[in-house]
């Protein structure tokens, strides 16, 4: 069954939670429906699906690797090199104890970066049906279904004071 | 504090991009002038190269002066970024929002400037290759990873990395923005920048974390970075070097001098850029009562290193300090340093007035980066000053023309970056704005209205 | 439909709050005194182990280190509570409401670390002919007259906070039960509260200025117990950091015995409605900081001391890192910084009830041994022979020190006097504030958010 979208375009936020209510009502599931806008709302303030992710994994994944970078680095370098310095020992645990720690948290950081990116689904080639007035103050709701419910789709966000509905 | 001045998200766009849509005069007539030091600047590493650190004021024994001076300089101003942004993110504390983003850039060309100057401190840049890479794989000759100077590097590589994806990571939806109301050239390069961003609640609540996750990561790095700093003199026995209290002692002082260029930073920016709207008393107020936690905690911390260099009675270590504090010309210094950057301001803080006014304010923020400078200087130039063994004369140290202009030529660096990047990205990020005008409100207790945050919970 | 999703937040009202406050407050059952007398008979057990300690002189410091540990260890918890509370008003934390009482009741337990410090103090030797912070000072009016004052009034100025701070509820208590010896002791105590306009500026001041004198004094309290039970006997100690060191701690033990102290409210109390997941939740973060920065001022001692490798510096590793007190140091590594890191660094434990209150009892655990190790080990160091300057270097590492019989009737029972102390005056002054709580709720509205409520919090000036 082929799928169609629309772009319904709000100015005031209140009809925005308004027409997803009533979306939902006409049996619009919550995951075929999206909301786009300038700024940050909290967190189901549409009554939208609320994203699940796993964020928090990628610091850790990044640790490790880091560290392990660290260790072997720090440790390699000791003994291909076995020059005694100051009286420190070879294999040093303090000193090397430092660079792993910066090795450590710059994996962490990298792998947030790339998780959030993946996360947010980003980079993305194509903006598909979009409008600019969305990072000027409108809010979009997107509507993806089976064509012959387009219909009832427009109707619900008609009803609730859409300024324009686009269509892919 | 938060129920005044509502602008709607347009409005914000508007007076937010001001700088990046159109190019003003005096914007045009600043960078260049900043070129032309920065011009300078680059010309006299040019000439120091060329004939040698005998330009410069450094001799037999005082080899570390402005040029390090400066480093640790520009790594406590870099330390304001992280200090504003990642703790105010993770308090959520609401006055943050108009500061974050020129604080997190100060921080980037702040650590490019002190990166710089090892570099020139070397007099053969080049030769930094040697310490930091492998550079004899036939003889197995690494970098000594039990040398501090090679920790120094690793740790300002990591900060300066992590706070680019910082900035850049909070930067996207604001990169969008410029996107949908920029065309041909300029819309596709930002169109790349941002990424395809839509704007979706998946996205805001992933950037909402981004931020929360980011600020927990690289504060502890930002502790390091100048801890690292720090223990280059203190894992030393250099005399008045060698002490333990030396990481968070720098690691504050860098909080006391970073907090106060922000300070500086705003109250240029809203007058340059005319930002009253976005940058008000309550957000300078709000700093200046950071700065004061933060100078009496700095202030805690400088006591128990005198009390605690005197403690042992060593001679080698009451004679650095005796120096320092009064033998002129650095019992001068001493006076200054402790003036500008204490006894001065901090006093004055404490008047709702003076936290209110953005000129009181601005002259001394300046005076706090004024006496940090000679407190940095004053650490390091009097430590390796040494009587001649039949002088009986302390050897001495008095920075050359050169290195004046090349300092004055990291100071327009940073400020030629941030002018840069302000043309071309917003120095306030919209989406917090935007974010910030929708979570005000009001509580209504008697007859007054107390200005309130919604919370989400 | 979307709007059920999100339940409604519930405000409750001033009156609400304070007649459950207050009907707590006046029950005083069998359980109480059950633990107060346990407490008592602990408490008075310590006394015993002091007097068998008395009886053996001041001669010998080292029977004074486990007593002297206990005493800093309850400076280092106990006492430095008063500075969540004073700290959190001055940062306008709305969360902090419910339990800003509980950590000032706590100013109490001053009142004993004071007394507690007399003994140690004679336990000193003199400063001549050894390193001082108190320089040439003669040593009576320095280290002994000294601390007595600084301590004298970082404790004074404690129960002053707790006592301005307590009269709007003291007050509530003398109308309440008037006829009780507890509603004639209020009366005496609420000076003739009425609640005017004037006494409330007057209080709202009052408690900004004394909390921030305790936070300005505080820190010289630490300094000073640094400089004069540890680094001022042992020799080659040049360790600056160490009173900011003690400070962080100190800072973290008070937050763990909040977390600590709230959860048995919570679980014996009856006070579930005022500690809640906020607090825990709140509390939770600056917990993992102040446990990194545990590990941070540890370190930044430990570095300069490894990369100096001067005598005096690799002898005191020895002594108190590597050979005599590394036991203590990895139990204290363990539950003050690995633990904390790695359970607080996940969202659910630190938003949870358990998560925070399992942490911060290690926490306390793990600054009890670091207290033994940074105090019995200095009091083990014998005085050099008579008549001779006291040497830079650690002439030879005494072992680590076992408590005895004494030692432990003393620690055990110095906790148990500080928490006898709190738990008696949580029945004169009410363990959550009345008027606090409720000053709170006014600031408070529930609002509709679109698809769902939220709750509105202001900020008075």
Same mark, same amino acid.
Request: aromatic share 14%; charged share 15%; with cysteine.
């Given at each position: 069954?082929?799928?169609?979208?629309?772009?319904?375009?709000?100015?005031?936020?209140?009809?925005?939670?308004?027409?997803?209510?009533?979306?939902?009502?006409?049996?619009?599931?919550?995951?075929?429906?999206?909301?786009?806008?300038?700024?940050?709302?909290?967190?189901?303030?549409?009554?939208?699906?609320?994203?699940?992710?796993?964020?928090?994994?990628?610091?850790?994944?990044?640790?490790?690797?880091?560290?392990?970078?660290?260790?072997?680095?720090?440790?390699?370098?000791?003994?291909?090199?076995?020059?005694?310095?100051?009286?420190?020992?070879?294999?040093?645990?303090?000193?090397?104890?430092?660079?792993?720690?910066?090795?450590?948290?710059?994996?962490?950081?990298?792998?947030?970066?790339?998780?959030?990116?993946?996360?947010?689904?980003?980079?993305?080639?194509?903006?598909?049906?979009?409008?600019?007035?969305?990072?000027?103050?409108?809010?979009?709701?997107?509507?993806?279904?089976?064509?012959?419910?387009?219909?009832?789709?427009?109707?619900?966000?008609?009803?609730?004071?859409?300024?324009?509905?686009?269509?892919? | *504090?938060?129920?005044?001045?509502?602008?709607?998200?347009?409005?914000?766009?508007?007076?937010?991009? $001001?700088?990046?849509?159109?190019?003003?005069?005096?914007?045009?007539?600043?960078?260049?002038?900043?070129?032309?030091?920065?011009?300078?600047?680059?010309?006299?590493?040019?000439?120091?190269?060329?004939?040698?650190? $005998?330009?410069?004021?450094?001799?037999?024994?005082?080899?570390? $002066?402005?040029?390090?001076?400066?480093?640790?300089?520009?790594?406590?101003?870099?330390?304001?970024?992280?200090?504003?942004?990642?703790?105010?993110?993770?308090?959520?504390?609401?006055?943050?929002?108009? *500061?974050?983003?020129?604080?997190?850039? *100060?921080?980037?060309?702040?650590?490019?400037?002190?990166?710089?100057?090892?570099?020139?401190?070397?007099?053969?840049?080049?030769?930094?290759?040697?310490?930091? +890479?492998?550079?004899?794989?036939?003889?197995?000759?690494?970098?000594?990873?039990?040398?501090?100077?090679?920790?120094?590097?690793?740790?300002?590589?990591?900060?300066?990395?992590?706070?680019?994806?910082?900035?850049?990571?909070?930067?996207?939806?604001?990169?969008?923005?410029?996107?949908?109301?920029?065309?041909?050239?300029?819309?596709?390069?930002?169109?790349?920048?941002?990424?395809?961003?839509?704007?979706?609640?998946?996205?805001?609540?992933?950037?909402?974390?981004?931020?929360?996750?980011?600020?927990?990561?690289?504060?502890?790095?930002?502790?390091?970075?100048?801890?690292?700093?720090?223990?280059?003199?203190?894992?030393?026995?250099?005399?008045?070097?060698?002490?333990?209290?030396?990481?968070?002692?720098?690691?504050?002082?860098?909080?006391?001098?970073?907090?106060?260029?922000?300070?500086?930073?705003?109250?240029? *920016?809203?007058?340059?850029?005319?930002?009253?709207?976005?940058?008000?008393?309550?957000?300078?107020?709000?700093?200046?009562?950071?700065?004061?936690?933060?100078?009496?905690?700095?202030?805690?911390?400088?006591?128990?290193?005198?009390?605690?260099?005197?403690?042992?009675?060593?001679?080698?270590?009451?004679?650095?300090?005796?120096?320092?504090?009064?033998?002129?010309?650095?019992?001068?210094?001493?006076?200054?340093?402790?003036?500008?950057?204490?006894?001065?301001?901090?006093?004055?803080?404490?008047?709702?007035?003076?936290?209110?006014?953005?000129?009181?304010?601005?002259?001394?923020?300046?005076?706090?980066?004024?006496?940090? +400078?000679?407190?940095?200087?004053?650490?390091?130039?009097?430590?390796?000053?040494?009587?001649?063994?039949?002088?009986?004369?302390?050897?001495?140290?008095?920075?050359?023309?050169?290195?004046?202009?090349?300092?004055?030529?990291?100071?327009?660096?940073?400020?030629?970056?941030?002018?840069?990047?302000?043309?071309?990205?917003?120095?306030?990020?919209?989406?917090?704005?935007?974010? $910030?005008?929708?979570?005000?409100?009001?509580?209504?207790?008697?007859?007054?209205?107390?200005?309130?945050?919604?919370?989400?919970? | 439909?979307?709007?059920?999703?999100?339940? &409604?937040?519930?405000?409750?009202?001033?009156?609400?709050?304070?007649?459950? &406050?207050?009907?707590?407050?006046?029950?005083?059952?069998?359980?109480?005194?059950?633990?107060?007398?346990?407490?008592?008979?602990?408490?008075?057990?310590?006394?015993?182990?002091?007097?068998?300690?008395?009886?053996?002189?001041?001669?010998?410091?080292?029977?004074?280190?486990?007593?002297?540990?206990?005493?800093?260890?309850?400076?280092?918890?106990?006492?430095?509570?008063?500075?969540?509370?004073?700290?959190?008003?001055?940062?306008?934390?709305?969360?902090?409401?419910?339990?800003?009482?509980?950590?000032?009741?706590?100013?109490?337990?001053?009142?004993?670390?004071?007394?507690?410090?007399?003994?140690?103090?004679?336990?000193?030797?003199?400063?001549?002919?050894?390193?001082?912070?108190?320089?040439?000072?003669?040593?009576?009016?320095?280290?002994?007259?000294?601390?007595?004052?600084?301590?004298?009034?970082?404790?004074?100025?404690?129960?002053?906070?707790?006592?301005?701070?307590?009269?709007?509820?003291?007050?509530?208590?003398?109308?309440?039960?008037?006829?009780?010896?507890?509603?004639?002791?209020?009366?005496?105590?609420?000076?003739?509260?009425?609640?005017?306009?004037?006494?409330?500026?007057?209080?709202?001041?009052?408690?900004?200025?004394?909390?921030?004198?305790?936070?300005?004094?505080?820190?010289?309290?630490?300094?000073?117990?640094?400089?004069?039970?540890?680094?001022?006997?042992?020799?080659?100690?040049?360790?600056?950091?160490?009173?900011?060191?003690?400070?962080?701690?100190?800072?973290?033990?008070?937050?763990?015995?909040? %977390?600590?102290?709230?959860?048995?409210?919570?679980?014996?109390?009856?006070?579930?409605?005022?500690?809640?997941?906020?607090?825990?939740?709140?509390?939770?973060?600056?917990?993992?900081?102040?446990?990194?920065?545990?590990?941070?001022?540890?370190?930044?001692?430990?570095?300069?001391?490894?990369?100096?490798?001067?005598?005096?510096?690799?002898?005191?590793?020895?002594?108190?890192?590597?050979?005599?007190?590394?036991?203590?140091?990895?139990?204290?590594?363990?539950?003050?910084?690995?633990?904390?890191?790695?359970? %607080?660094?996940?969202?659910?434990?630190?938003?949870? &009830?358990?998560?925070?209150?399992?942490?911060?009892?290690?926490?306390?655990?793990?600054?009890?041994?670091?207290? &033994?190790?940074?105090?019995?080990?200095?009091?083990?160091?014998?005085?050099?022979?008579?008549?001779?300057?006291?040497?830079?270097? %650690?002439?030879?590492?005494?072992?680590?020190?076992?408590?005895?019989?004494?030692?432990? %009737?003393?620690?055990?029972?110095?906790?148990?006097?500080?928490?006898?102390?709190?738990?008696?005056?949580?029945?004169?002054?009410?363990?959550?504030?009345?008027?606090?709580?409720?000053?709170?709720?006014?600031?408070?509205?529930?609002?509709?958010?679109?698809?769902?409520?939220?709750?509105?919090?202001?900020?008075?000036?």
């Amino acid at each position: 069954m082929a799928n169609t979208q629309l772009l319904g375009l709000f100015e005031d936020p209140q009809k925005v939670a308004d027409a997803m209510g009533e979306l939902k009502g006409a049996g619009f599931p919550v995951e075929d429906l999206d909301i786009y806008s300038g700024s940050p709302f909290p967190e189901g303030a549409f009554g939208e699906h609320e994203a699940e992710h796993r964020l928090f994994m990628f610091p850790l994944v990044g640790a490790l690797i880091g560290f392990s970078i660290g260790l072997l680095w720090t440790a390699g370098t000791q003994i291909s090199y076995p020059l005694i310095t100051g009286g420190k020992p070879i294999l040093s645990i303090p000193p090397m104890t430092i660079i792993m720690y910066e090795n450590t948290m710059l994996g962490a950081i990298l792998f947030t970066v790339l998780g959030v990116l993946f996360e947010s689904r980003l980079p993305k080639r194509d903006l598909g049906l979009y409008d600019e007035r969305i990072t000027e103050g409108y809010i979009g709701i997107y509507v993806d279904c089976p064509v012959e419910r387009a219909g009832a789709a427009e109707a619900v966000l008609n009803s609730n004071g859409a300024e324009e509905i686009k269509k892919a | *504090m938060y129920y005044r001045r509502t602008l709607t998200e347009a409005q914000i766009n508007q007076q937010l991009l $001001g700088t990046v849509l159109t190019t003003p005069l005096w914007w045009i007539v600043l960078v260049s002038l900043l070129g032309i030091v920065v011009a300078g600047a680059v010309g006299a590493v040019g000439w120091m190269i060329n004939q040698g650190l $005998g330009v410069t004021g450094l001799r037999q024994p005082v080899f570390w $002066g402005f040029f390090i001076t400066n480093f640790i300089f520009w790594v406590g101003i870099s330390h304001a970024g992280v200090m504003i942004s990642a703790i105010l993110r993770l308090s959520q504390a609401e006055w943050r929002r108009p *500061m974050v983003r020129a604080a997190e850039t *100060m921080t980037v060309f702040a650590l490019m400037a002190s990166l710089a100057m090892p570099l020139v401190h070397a007099g053969r840049p080049w030769r930094i290759f040697y310490w930091v +890479f492998p550079y004899d794989w036939a003889r197995g000759i690494w970098p000594d990873v039990r040398s501090p100077l090679v920790w120094d590097p690793i740790a300002i590589t990591t900060y300066l990395t992590s706070s680019m994806l910082f900035v850049y990571t909070a930067l996207i939806p604001d990169l969008a923005i410029i996107r949908d109301r920029s065309t041909g050239w300029r819309r596709s390069v930002y169109g790349a920048l941002s990424l395809g961003w839509h704007g979706n609640p998946r996205q805001w609540k992933i950037q909402g974390f981004a931020g929360i996750l980011l600020s927990a990561l690289i504060l502890p790095v930002f502790v390091s970075v100048h801890s690292i700093v720090s223990w280059d003199f203190s894992v030393s026995l250099v005399p008045s070097w060698h002490v333990t209290i030396f990481a968070p002692y720098f690691v504050i002082g860098a909080v006391h001098s970073g907090v106060s260029a922000v300070v500086t930073l705003m109250i240029i *920016m809203r007058k340059l850029y005319k930002l009253e709207n976005f940058i008000w008393e309550e957000h300078i107020d709000a700093l200046a009562r950071l700065l004061m936690v933060v100078a009496l905690a700095w202030m805690f911390l400088f006591w128990l290193d005198l009390v605690f260099a005197l403690w042992l009675r060593e001679e080698q270590e009451i004679t650095v300090w005796m120096l320092r504090m009064f033998e002129p010309p650095w019992s001068w210094l001493f006076f200054l340093f402790f003036m500008f950057s204490f006894v001065i301001p901090v006093p004055l803080w404490m008047f709702r007035r003076v936290r209110r006014s953005f000129t009181w304010m601005l002259w001394t923020s300046l005076l706090v980066n004024f006496g940090m +400078f000679l407190e940095r200087f004053l650490i390091i130039v009097p430590a390796l000053m040494r009587k001649g063994p039949q002088t009986f004369t302390y050897a001495t140290y008095r920075p050359s023309p050169v290195e004046f202009t090349i300092i004055f030529g990291t100071i327009a660096l940073v400020c030629f970056l941030l002018l840069i990047f302000s043309k071309f990205f917003p120095l306030i990020p919209l989406w917090e704005e935007k974010e $910030g005008q929708l979570l005000i409100d009001h509580v209504k207790v008697g007859n007054v209205y107390v200005p309130a945050l919604v919370k989400e919970h | 439909m979307a709007h059920e999703e999100h339940a &409604i937040p519930q405000v409750p009202t001033h009156q609400e709050i304070a007649s459950d &406050i207050m009907a707590r407050f006046q029950n005083v059952n069998q359980r109480y005194w059950s633990w107060v007398s346990l407490l008592a008979l602990l408490f008075v057990g310590g006394i015993v182990g002091f007097v068998m300690r008395l009886s053996d002189g001041f001669d010998d410091r080292s029977n004074w280190g486990y007593y002297t540990a206990t005493l800093s260890f309850l400076a280092s918890t106990f006492l430095a509570m008063p500075i969540i509370s004073a700290g959190l008003r001055l940062a306008k934390a709305n969360w902090r409401r419910p339990l800003t009482r509980l950590t000032e009741n706590m100013a109490i337990t001053g009142v004993l670390i004071w007394f507690m410090l007399i003994p140690a103090l004679i336990a000193l030797p003199p400063t001549e002919g050894r390193l001082s912070v108190w320089f040439d000072f003669p040593h009576w009016m320095a280290f002994r007259g000294g601390n007595l004052m600084v301590w004298g009034t970082v404790v004074l100025i404690g129960l002053f906070l707790l006592w301005l701070l307590a009269v709007p509820d003291l007050a509530a208590v003398r109308d309440h039960m008037p006829a009780s010896p507890r509603g004639k002791l209020a009366r005496v105590l609420s000076v003739g509260w009425t609640g005017n306009t004037r006494q409330w500026r007057v209080l709202h001041s009052g408690a900004l200025l004394f909390g921030a004198f305790y936070l300005l004094l505080y820190p010289t309290l630490q300094t000073l117990l640094q400089a004069d039970f540890q680094a001022g006997l042992l020799p080659g100690m040049k360790d600056a950091i160490a009173p900011a060191t003690a400070l962080i701690n100190a800072l973290q033990g008070a937050v763990g015995l909040t %977390l600590v102290v709230m959860y048995v409210m919570r679980r014996f109390g009856g006070y579930e409605r005022y500690f809640g997941i906020d607090q825990f939740w709140a509390l939770s973060k600056p917990l993992l900081a102040f446990s990194l920065l545990w590990f941070y001022f540890w370190w930044g001692s430990f570095i300069t001391f490894w990369y100096g490798r001067q005598p005096g510096e690799s002898e005191l590793i020895r002594f108190m890192v590597l050979d005599s007190y590394r036991y203590p140091l990895m139990v204290s590594f363990m539950l003050n910084f690995i633990g904390p890191l790695v359970a %607080l660094v996940w969202n659910p434990v630190r938003r949870s &009830i358990w998560g925070p209150t399992i942490v911060g009892a290690g926490v306390l655990v793990g600054a009890l041994v670091n207290h &033994i190790r940074w105090y019995v080990a200095p009091f083990s160091v014998p005085d050099p022979p008579a008549g001779e300057a006291w040497p830079h270097v %650690l002439p030879e590492i005494p072992a680590g020190q076992l408590p005895g019989a004494a030692d432990a %009737l003393i620690v055990v029972g110095g906790i148990a006097g500080a928490v006898l102390l709190f738990m008696l005056i949580n029945k004169i002054i009410p363990v959550v504030s009345m008027w606090e709580v409720g000053e709170g709720l006014r600031l408070v509205k529930v609002r509709r958010f679109l698809a769902r409520y939220a709750m509105v919090i202001a900020k008075s000036h």
